[in-house]
């Protein structure tokens, strides 16, 4: 466990002095710095696996060719403001820019938030409940025309307050103090939309219901991208998306191919984070996942857009061939998955006979059904390691070998009043079958201290409204321990941490905090953090967060999910964006 | 080979063998007979004793490798069980013809009745769709079918099974064969019916001046259009002679069985007064000796050796031939002393 | 008397009495396929204890609020009575129906089957933007698998036995047990990705707009999906042909003294083909409402790979199209058959 975590920090810390090397801090000057890459980071064809996470890989100025993505399923939309997938919160920067994006750099540099649209971060009120961004001039659109304040005020507006624009999230209705706004579709005077202002053409206010210090990781997402409201046709906005981006819409059918081409109306010197390397990028819909892997490693396509990773039959193709495996690269997902145990289920109401849990569980076991560690590395934190203010401890080692600290176990199980273990039961996803198969190593795992399991399965469907995610049930039920997930909107301890573990946020349905902890200390640690508008104190606290609900042992890790992602030879400018967890599509070029 | 045939067909020990999983099926075994222009035989026997075999054996239509054939078939001076598929194939139709039993199944269900003949004839006629249907019409006229320009295009579903008889022969005479083999021709017909068709048949034969075969299991059909009757069981010949000869004074006690089960119109048809007891013989485990030993009534007059010792195809007289073991004045006692007084009382 | 009817095909009249009451029959079905459709997405759902709500949550993004929950509840109609649910749905086909976009409404004349709960797109259009590669495959792939099926199945009933019999009969028998999915990815890894002959999966391009490529890219998802059927028919061929070679009137055919080539053509093929065309018809007209395997295999967008894709998106409106749009080609292939069949074999009436 601990030498696993050791070496993804030395990575991490690799990575950000690499990127401070080689990019000066940002990735403003584009082609430069992209050689320097070069000259520093070796020749393309010695790249290794892993190669693409800490440096750019195949770094080059070459422009033109026809970038190729393929992605197995159809997109929410291609609407920046109507979409709610990593990828296309990744993709869209092709043609969307919000007011401020993640730095382009592998490793933690790539974490820290950049002007794109405005010209520097928020400026937040001393009541933290107004933030302040002023847009740089002279952004255009690809029709020439400049971009204003007011298209941003409603690119918020239409993504935020319509029944029609559904796909994305809502967090802009959530903060903003927009009283009873019925949504541009509905009032199309936008003077009445009041939570956001535009005292000029370039400059945009946020009004906040109550202070919120990650604001600008909010406006980090595509829907602060600009839409003119004579533009917008709702829903069918996706087939003729205004770009700002490098790349405009030439062609999309829906569900089928999207084409874009070079926007030349695009200005380099506006832009610190993004480049223009090929003629046109295409994407293929719902193509077939296994064929995908195939076409990538036979070079007929470049990305897989999904950036979810090779495919089983794929992986075992990498795995077995050394060559293969230095084409690909295995970031961490911003995904934790793991165990909750139930604070409101006996025995599991009792601390004792969590931590039993926690240090009974062969956590070399639970991992090997996501791939083993190509598929996560042992999680011992709520956070994950591309989280900002993640800080690696670990209050439960189960043993040099993570395979269970067994006497440990067999102490607390006597502390908690159940020296010869106990019966309960773990919900488990039914059609997830890594998720069954993690609950049947957990069972094995337990079984050693005399703790019997029964695995009960639910529909994902319903998993969150009718089972898991219903303390009446969870309770009726008594399913003590529940196996899920989580990854965050944005890659901080809020972000990550606000909905799993906040007391005040269980829900009768639809709850995620489904240990139902509600803890006083963690409840104000929240607070307090939210409102601290110092990023350093900040994460500080947010790491404080992680450590209490960890002691409190309902929370329990298997891995930090990875990736297996595979660097076809033609790629050009290649290297994994920590906050996406996937290739920076911006950069991409394709060697002709 | 032996010299050719003076007859107009002959058979000379003719064996048609199946190799089948079971075993070899001898379905004709060793089976001799002659014939001339302008007279008919009369093949009967009971159900797979190889009468439908014989025929298509003649015609060569188990010519297509899987049936072993041996001995000669003679024809008009042509021996055609060496003779090549090919040249065989050129003589069907044309120089033989064969009525088939069923003919329902016997004509194709997709092709009018007319097209079936008009097919045939202009394998063997060089002539024009036009004037094959005129002789179709014509054909199908002289069988007796009423109307024959109009039913010349129905199909056989549309015939009853007397017409469809009647285009059978239609088709088989549509090229004047010299030998026209008909296989039951007459079963499943009505009395009335079955005097017509053959009626019919002695016309056509004595207008073409044909040889005919006549197979049937009913030796009331035989014995009115037969000159020479042939007996048949389990693939031999068990009696030969003219139609007298088997009505008068038949030899074999398979004959007797046979007239003695023949239907007559004092009787209930069903009713027979002599039935043969028992099934007929496995043509792959013949039984030892004569194959008719398991069910004949004389077979213990013969001191063992109808059970161990096969019996020859013997004349009697004037080329009357017989198959069995029994003493010749023993068999004629029986006949006379107690078959015919059997027959008779009824 | 049998006589006295119209000798050998159906006379115009009864054909289009027939066909007449069978379309009555069609649309008929369509519209129960249609209520069935319906009743599995919403009354078995719903009686299963599902709200409107929780239907709709699957239309809209992770962790929706409440609101916006409620707001996909009214603007798909969900908390409507299942029956005003339908009568909607029929009346969109025949009047066609408006749909909110967002500032303005879509209009969706007839027949429209509705928006897509998805993606929003209107439905009919996209079956008909999908129907061409389907057609495509379909037809092509029947073309291969019935010449080369029947032709295998007549060599090897003729040869019955032989080592090219046996070895056909192998095949076949690899042919109808490898699933499409198996042999599609092994062509393509091989002839596409190493040998590099065709190009790969995804690359279907409408032949209206490059004939060539159209053709390059269909020639592995044909041979794959033919070598299924042609398997299948190989041996439906082969065995009919045995049991037609059998037959009496080919005993009769071959006794007026046709050549064999002939019998076989002309007497024995018919009969063979006869019930194989039926089976034929039938196949095609469910290929018609999408070859789901062999689409999803080589990611051709068709009807096959819109439904599979639909139902794993529970995209109600889109799987109800395909359903009647495949449904219409049953029934019409059935229609079909069931003429042609009147027409080949004089024995059958319809009726
Ligand atoms: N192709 C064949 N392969 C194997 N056995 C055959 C074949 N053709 C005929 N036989 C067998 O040969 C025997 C004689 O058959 P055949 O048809 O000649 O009888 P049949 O005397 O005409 O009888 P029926 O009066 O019922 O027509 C039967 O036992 C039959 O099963
Ligand atoms: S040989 Fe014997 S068994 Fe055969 S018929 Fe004569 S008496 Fe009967
Ligand atoms: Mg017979």
Redesign the interface.
């Known amino acids: 466990m601990r030498k696993t975590n050791v070496l993804a920090l030395a990575a991490l810390g690799t990575a950000l002095t690499m990127g401070l090397a080689a990019c000066g801090g940002t990735a403003g000057g584009g082609g430069n710095t992209s050689s320097g890459n070069n000259a520093t980071g070796g020749a393309a064809p010695t790249a290794k696996h892993n190669d693409a996470y800490t440096k750019v890989v195949n770094a080059s100025d070459a422009k033109g060719g026809t970038l190729k993505f393929?992605l197995s399923d159809?997109p929410?939309?291609m609407d920046p403001g109507n979409?709610?997938y990593a990828w296309n919160w990744n993709f869209s920067r092709l043609y969307a820019r919000p007011l401020l994006t993640y730095a382009a750099e592998p490793g933690d540099a790539g974490l820290k938030l950049v002007p794109d649209l405005a010209e520097g971060p928020g400026e937040a009120s001393a009541d933290g409940k107004t933030w302040t961004y002023k847009l740089k001039k002279g952004i255009k659109y690809d029709d020439g025309t400049e971009v204003k304040a007011a298209d941003v005020k409603y690119a918020i507006a239409?993504s935020n307050f319509?029944?029609?624009?559904?796909?994305?999230?809502?967090y802009f209705?959530?903060y903003l103090d927009s009283g009873g706004y019925k949504g541009?579709?509905k009032d199309k005077n936008l003077d009445d939309f009041k939570g956001v202002e535009t005292p000029d053409d370039h400059t945009v206010v946020f009004k906040l219901k109550a202070p919120f210090s990650e604001f600008d990781f909010l406006v980090a997402n595509p829907q602060s991208a600009p839409v003119p409201q004579a533009k917008?046709?709702?829903?069918?906005?996706e087939k003729t998306v205004v770009s700002t981006g490098p790349y405009k819409f030439e062609s999309h059918?829906?569900?089928?191919q999207l084409n874009l081409v070079r926007n030349e109306n695009w200005d380099q010197a506006t832009d610190t984070t993004r480049k223009q390397m090929p003629d046109r990028i295409e994407v293929?819909f719902?193509?077939?996942a296994?064929?995908?892997d195939?076409?990538l490693?036979?070079g007929?396509?470049h990305v897989d857009l999904a950036g979810t990773g090779l495919q089983s039959a794929g992986r075992a193709k990498v795995v077995q061939d050394p060559a293969k495996k230095d084409s690909t690269d295995n970031p961490f997902t911003p995904f934790n998955r793991y165990a909750m145990m139930s604070t409101k289920v006996k025995p599991f109401d009792n601390i004792d006979c969590r931590k039993a849990v926690q240090y009974a569980t062969d956590k070399v076991a639970t991992q090997a059904p996501w791939g083993g560690p190509l598929g996560g590395d042992i999680g011992t934190t709520a956070m994950t390691p591309t989280t900002v203010g993640y800080k690696q401890f670990d209050l439960y080692p189960n043993g040099a070998d993570h395979k269970g600290d067994l006497t440990k176990a067999k102490e607390h199980l006597a502390a908690c009043g159940q020296p010869n273990g106990f019966e309960a039961n773990v919900a488990v996803r039914g059609d997830r079958t890594k998720e069954v198969q993690v609950a049947e190593a957990l069972q094995a795992s337990l079984d050693r201290v005399g703790i019997k399991l029964t695995i009960k399965k639910y529909p994902s469907?319903?998993w969150s409204?009718?089972y898991a995610g219903k303390p009446d049930f969870v309770h009726k039920n008594n399913l003590g321990i529940m196996i899920a997930g989580w990854g965050a909107d944005w890659p901080s301890g809020f972000g990550f941490l606000s909905?799993i573990v906040d007391g005040r946020f269980i829900k009768a349905s639809?709850n995620y905090n489904m240990m139902e902890l509600d803890d006083k200390a963690v409840n104000e640690l929240l607070d307090k953090g939210i409102q601290t508008t110092d990023s350093a104190a900040r994460n500080e606290i947010w790491a404080e967060v992680d450590k209490k609900v960890m002691e409190s042992a309902a929370f329990m890790s298997f891995v930090y999910e990875k990736t297996l992602i595979f660097r076809p030879a033609n790629l050009t400018n290649v290297y994994v964006h920590p906050a996406y967890g996937m290739y920076d599509y911006t950069w991409l070029g394709v060697k002709q | 080979m032996t010299a050719p045939s003076e007859s107009f067909l002959e058979l000379r020990d003719l064996r048609i063998h199946f190799p089948t999983e079971d075993g070899l099926v001898k379905s004709v075994d060793g089976l001799s007979f002659k014939l001339d222009r302008g007279k008919t035989l009369g093949i009967v026997g009971e159900s797979g004793s190889g009468k439908s075999v014989t025929s298509?054996g003649i015609?060569g239509?188990h010519k297509d490798g899987r049936a072993k054939i041996s001995g000669e078939i003679w024809l008009d001076g042509e021996e055609l069980v060496t003779a090549s598929q090919d040249h065989v194939?050129?003589?069907?139709?044309?120089k033989m013809?064969?009525i088939?039993q069923?003919p329902l199944?016997?004509?194709?269900?997709?092709y009018?009745v007319g097209s079936q003949i008009v097919?045939?004839y202009r394998?063997?006629h060089k002539v024009g769709k036009a004037v094959a249907r005129k002789h179709a019409i014509d054909m199908l006229g002289r069988v007796g079918i009423p109307?024959p320009d109009?039913?010349v295009?129905?199909?056989p579903?549309?015939?009853?099974g007397g017409m469809r008889q009647r285009a059978m022969i239609a088709?088989a005479l549509s090229c004047d064969p010299e030998l026209l083999i008909a296989d039951e021709p007459t079963t499943a017909l009505d009395v009335t019916v079955q005097a017509q068709i053959l009626d019919l048949m002695t016309d056509l034969q004595r207008e073409f001046d044909s040889a005919l075969i006549v197979i049937t299991h009913d030796l009331g059909v035989v014995a009115e259009l037969s000159d020479d009757i042939l007996v048949m069981y389990g693939g031999k010949c068990v009696e030969y002679g003219s139609a007298e000869d088997i009505f008068y004074r038949p030899e074999h006690p398979y004959t007797w069985g046979l007239l003695g089960s023949m239907p007559r119109l004092d009787r209930e048809p069903t009713e027979r007064l002599l039935p043969i007891k028992g099934t007929p013989p496995s043509l792959i485990n013949v039984p030892p000796g004569c194959a008719f030993n398991p069910r004949c009534g004389y077979a213990g007059r013969t001191r063992g050796r109808s059970t161990s010792q096969v019996p020859e195809l013997l004349e009697t007289e004037g080329g009357h031939l017989v198959r069995c073991h029994l003493p010749r004045a023993e068999r004629r006692s029986v006949w006379e002393n107690e078959i015919k007084p059997m027959m008779e009382s009824t | 008397m049998?006589?006295s009817?119209p000798?050998?095909h159906p006379g115009r009249t009864i054909v289009v009495a027939f066909i007449v009451r069978r379309v009555i029959a069609a649309v008929l079905m369509l519209a129960v396929v249609s209520m069935a459709t319906f009743a599995i997405f919403f009354l078995i759902p719903r009686a299963l204890g599902?709200t409107p709500e929780?239907m709709a949550?699957?239309?809209?993004?992770?962790?929706?609020?409440p609101?916006?929950i409620q707001?996909?509840v009214?603007?798909l109609h969900l908390d409507d009575p299942l029956l005003v649910q339908y009568g909607r749905f029929a009346k969109g086909i025949v009047a066609g129906q408006d749909y909110?976009?967002?500032?303005?409404k879509?209009e969706c004349p007839a027949p429209c089957f509705g928006f897509s709960f998805?993606?929003?797109?209107p439905v009919w259009p996209?079956l008909l933007?999908r129907l061409p590669a389907t057609l495509s495959l379909a037809l092509g792939a029947a073309v291969i698998w019935l010449v080369t099926g029947v032709s295998i199945g007549v060599v090897s009933a003729l040869r019955r036995g032989s080592v090219l019999d046996r070895a056909a009969m192998t095949v076949a028998l690899a042919g109808v047990s490898l699933p499409i999915y198996f042999t599609g990815?092994v062509s393509?890894?091989v002839f596409?990705?190493t040998l590099g002959i065709f190009p790969?999966?995804?690359s279907y391009t409408p032949f209206t707009e490059n004939p060539v490529m159209w053709f390059q890219a269909l020639v592995l998802p044909w041979i794959t999906l033919a070598f299924l059927y042609a398997a299948l028919y190989a041996r439906l061929t082969r065995a009919g042909m045995l049991e037609t070679m059998g037959?009496?009137?080919i005993?009769?055919?071959?006794?007026?003294?046709?050549?064999?080539r002939t019998v076989v053509t002309k007497?024995a093929l018919?009969?063979t083909l006869?019930p194989i065309l039926t089976i034929f018809g039938l196949d095609l007209g469910l290929l018609l409402g999408g070859a789901v395997l062999t689409e999803?295999?080589?990611?051709i967008?068709g009807i096959g790979?819109l439904v599979i894709?639909a139902i794993r998106g529970n995209d109600l409106p889109v799987v109800l199209g395909v359903t009647l749009f495949a449904a219409f080609f049953i029934v019409l292939a059935n229609l079909i058959v069931d003429v042609l069949y009147a027409v080949?074999?004089?024995?059958v009436r319809l009726s």
């Open positions: 393929a159809e929410d939309s979409t709610y239409r319509t029944d029609e624009l559904t796909d994305g999230p809502k209705a959530q541009p579709y917008d046709t709702g829903v069918d906005y059918e829906v569900g089928k293929q719902k193509q077939n296994e064929d995908i195939n076409r490693m036979a007929q396509i469907g319903d409204a009718q909905q639809g | 298509l015609l239509l194939r050129t003589l069907r139709g044309k013809a064969m088939f069923d199944s016997a004509m194709h269900p997709y009018s097919e045939a394998i063997h109307q109009r039913r295009d129905d199909y579903h549309q015939f009853s088709m | 049998p006589g009817d000798p050998g599902q929780g949550s699957r239309y809209v993004g992770r962790d929706a609020t609101e916006a707001g996909a009214k603007r909110s976009l967002g500032p303005k879509a998805n993606n929003n797109q996209t933007d990815l393509l890894s596409a990705y790969g999966g995804g037959e009496d009137y005993r009769t055919a071959r006794a007026k003294g046709l050549k064999e007497h018919r009969a006869t999803s295999t080589f990611s967008q790979k894709d080949v074999d004089p024995r």
